[in-house]
């Protein structure tokens, strides 16, 4: 389940990614099989090969890929999702979803 964007902070989303660019998104999320996590970033871009090579640069692996529908993504969690935003200058997304954001510096 995700939670804590605006509907406009999803449309933004998901038109970058329809767009073709690498997009981000960070929102609280629960799943019972990670009960350690409490957000997901959600990096996607449409054109799944440009996505795919993104990815490397990060070790993610192409068929880690979710191709959900017009929305093919990466799920970043933990510490991979830190270190892949703290490197995209993207920390404002996760200093959201914390009480302390010095963890994430």
Request: hydrophobic residues 35%; glycine residues 8%; contains cysteine.
């Amino acid at each position: 389940m995700a939670f804590g964007i605006t509907k406009r902070e999803l449309n933004e989303w998901k038109e970058s990614v329809q767009n073709g660019e690498i997009a981000f998104i960070t929102h609280f999320w629960y799943d019972k099989r990670f009960p350690e996590y409490d957000s997901v970033t959600k990096a996607g871009c449409s054109d799944v090969r440009k996505l795919a090579e993104w990815g490397k640069q990060y070790g993610l692996k192409p068929e880690w890929i979710h191709n959900r529908e017009a929305y093919p993504h990466f799920d970043l969690l933990g510490s991979t999702q830190v270190g892949i935003m703290k490197k995209e200058g993207m920390l404002s997304q996760l200093h959201r979803f914390t009480e302390t954001s010095a963890d994430y510096v």
